[in-house]
T-cell receptor
Framework: DARVTQTPRHKVTEMGQEVTMRCQPI?????VFWYRQTMMQGLELLAY????????DSGMPKDRFSAEMPDATLATLKIQPSEPRDSAVYFC???????????FGPGTRLLVL | EDQVTQSPEALRLQEGESSSLNCSYT??????LFWYRQDPGKGPEFLFT???AGEEKEKERLKATLTKKESFLHITAPKPEDSATYLC????????????FGKGTRLSVIA
């Protein structure tokens, strides 16, 4: 049963610390998305990649967030420095192509104190 | 700007009490409309994709329909295990367009 995996599942950190979240997309999927979910805003797209190349990161605060795909099996989202307003659930999703169904991972629940 | 509005925000039903969830959208050329189910503490789980007005899809007690301005998720004789948040999303036509999500409807089905 192919699934998107994310680590860590939970992260508690202090303001100013660096946070790195990792995602393993479904094998064979070439498009990877990062979303943030909060009660107030719902699901918001942060960035996405196709064939490891960034296509859109306009949803990300550029001064503190960065997203990369070091290889086809790993996507990372980094926050440096973290702030309390970054507290949210971060989801990774992958798809076989641009118009295909997105499959979501279980999320990383981040709390910045 | 592409937008999705879901209503109601929350819905409480008795077991067996059928109802519908609404998803109104504006998009610059619809490529697809997606329905997802999200359980607490989990990621959204794909349910359906609809591509054109008039299209319908069914899965167990759920049926999704699509018009040019909105989609409905009909729930027939719901059971407590149908309790979840249901998310609607649209994708515009174009080479690399992402999904735009609504804020969801929280459904509670009481036995």
């Amino acid at each position: 049963d192919a699934r998107v995996t994310q680590t860590p599942r939970h992260k508690v950190t202090e303001m100013g610390q660096e946070v790195t979240m990792r995602c393993q997309p479904i094998l064979g999927h070439n498009t990877v998305f990062w979303y943030r979910q909060t009660m107030m805003q719902g699901l918001e797209l942060l960035a996405y990649f196709r064939n490891r190349a960034p296509l859109d990161d306009s949803g990300m605060p550029k001064d503190r967030f960065s997203a990369e795909m070091p290889d086809a099996t790993l996507a990372t989202l980094k926050i440096q420095p973290s702030e309390p307003r970054d507290s949210a659930v971060y989801f990774c999703a992958s798809a076989r192509g641009g118009g295909e169904t997105q499959y979501f991972g279980p999320g990383t629940r981040l709390l910045v104190l | 700007e592409d937008q999705v509005t879901q209503s109601p925000e929350a819905l409480r039903l008795q077991e067996g009490e059928s109802s519908s969830l609404n998803c109104s959208y504006t998009v610059s050329g619809l490529r697809g409309l997606f329905w997802y189910r999200q359980d607490p503490g989990k990621g959204p789980e794909f349910l359906f994709t609809l591509y054109s007005a008039g299209e319908e899809k069914e899965k167990e007690r759920l049926k999704a329909t699509l018009t040019k301005k909105e989609s409905f998720l009909h729930i027939t004789a719901p059971k407590p295990e149908d309790s979840a948040t249901y998310l609607c999303a649209v994708q515009a036509k174009g080479g690399n367009t992402p999904l735009v999500f609504g804020k969801g409807t929280r459904l509670s089905v009481i036995a």
